[in-house]
């Protein structure tokens, strides 16, 4: 547990202090400049794994809605998203993400569903709420599910294909997609050394060292408890922005993070297995039942 636990807090902590290295790619095509940092993702990925397990038809659907909807979908939709809500209302929205993924969970507790409305509570005080207009609640709310679905789509097919695996082939997919209809939406562009740092640093250390160890917390953790430490997400780019000047730290923002690792020991506690009855009771019941 120590191990999923470590994994999906780094995982976390990685994409949220990403934020600023994604905001250099603003203006740069979205489809095929994705396309360019899973493809070398995907080569990163392929030198680890060396061996790469071939999906089966049934892997198909999930590695497709992992795509789909948790990698191109989503962050085309962030990106749409900031354009009618502030980045406040989008990441409050988001917060959601953790209740989600505890009630849709097949094995959910008790425990894994009140640390995530914590979680919740814990991002919307970091995010400070926020405004919309337009779309950009429904948005928000897209970008929200698209979250979920990078996490629920991959949960049968980590088992079959391994964190590796996924991590591969959901890359090499989102590549040939995400290079395909860029061609016709958005079209390509040379990227210049700012862009191309970008681009590097989401390639290597988001995608495929984040991914790798995002998966592997929730093959460990399961999607429930794992989903809690989604939280870690909008600290990690708080503390960024603080070190970087671009942020003050604030007693609200003090008592979001507060907030959010009380949510983070809560949903992460482990279920109790239900206690046996005593000896003595459970043989009386096989007698009654003998009888």
Not at 58 to 70: K, M
Not at 88 to 116: D, E, K, N, Y
Not at 259 to 288: F, M, N, Y
């Amino acid at each position: 547990m120590k191990l999923g636990v470590a994994a999906g807090a780094t995982a976390a902590m990685i994409v949220g202090a990403s934020v600023p290295i994604t905001g250099m790619l603003e203006g740069y095509p979205v489809l095929t400049g994705q396309a360019m940092r899973y493809a070398l993702g995907a080569a990163v990925l392929l030198l680890v794994a060396r061996r790469l397990p071939m999906p089966s038809w049934r892997d198909v659907p999930p590695l497709l809605g992992v795509v789909l909807s948790g990698m191109l979908g989503f962050n085309a939709l962030l990106i749409a998203a900031q354009q009618y809500a502030e980045p406040g209302f989008v990441a409050a929205v988001m917060g959601g993400a953790p209740i989600a993924l505890a009630l849709l969970s097949r094995q959910r507790t008790a425990s894994a569903l009140v640390g995530a409305v914590v979680v919740a509570a814990g991002i919307v005080l970091l995010s400070g709420g926020g405004s919309w207009h337009g779309p950009g609640l429904v948005l928000a709310l897209l970008t929200m599910v698209g979250e979920v679905c990078f996490t629920l789509f991959a949960v049968g097919v980590v088992r079959r294909l391994g964190v590796l695996g996924v991590a591969t082939w959901t890359c090499l997919i989102a590549t040939v997609i995400g290079a395909v209809v860029g061609t016709f939406v958005g079209g390509w562009q040379v990227p210049d050394a700012r862009q191309t740092f970008a681009l590097v640093l989401l390639a290597v250390v988001v995608t495929a060292f984040a991914f790798g160890l995002w998966y592997f917390a929730v093959n460990r953790l399961g999607s429930d408890r794992a989903g809690v430490l989604i939280g870690l997400m909008p600290v990690a780019g708080l503390v960024t922005s603080v070190l970087l000047g671009a942020q003050d730290l604030t007693l609200v923002s003090v008592l979001g993070v507060t907030t959010v690792a009380l949510g983070c020991v809560i949903g992460l506690r482990k279920p109790q297995p239900a206690a046996e009855p005593p000896a003595g009771v459970l043989a009386d019941r096989t007698a009654s039942s003998v009888t």
